[in-house]
């Protein structure tokens, strides 16, 4: 089976906190998951996947490419327990927001999916 996303070595430092070594694979077709304690790393080795900290130590490979390769990442779905997006924001905003960063969002299924799950469109996010 073909790996998808490959981590070798990976190290983040910050001042009171080191990720790593870590040493990952992640072969085509699985759903994973990463459970641990707060501050244990799994945000930021997230993040360090999909190049979004950047100045850390080892190699990141997505679809044996180079993570550094941007148009990879549109293959890739995440989910974090948290939006990022500013409480300024209606609902409804998400959709332009995605739409002008991802290639293939889905306008229609997003706004489907709002319906199916009863959520407001014009609440502000929270």
Do not use: Q
């Amino acid at each position: 089976m073909k790996n998808v996303i490959e981590v070798k070595n990976l190290i983040k430092k910050y001042d009171e906190f080191t990720l790593g070594p870590i040493n990952l694979e992640i072969p085509s077709g699985l759903i994973i998951g990463l459970i641990g304690e707060n501050g244990a790393g799994k945000t930021t080795l997230i993040k360090c996947i999909l190049n979004i900290i950047n100045n850390y130590k080892g190699d990141v490979n997505i679809f044996n490419d180079n993570n550094k390769n941007d148009s990879l990442k549109e293959e890739i779905g995440v989910v974090l327990d948290n939006s990022f997006f500013p409480e300024i924001l209606e609902v409804k905003d998400i959709n332009s927001i995605m739409k002008s960063i991802y290639k293939k969002w889905d306008s229609k299924l997003f706004f489907k999916y709002l319906t199916d799950f009863d959520l407001p469109k014009d609440k502000l996010l929270k």
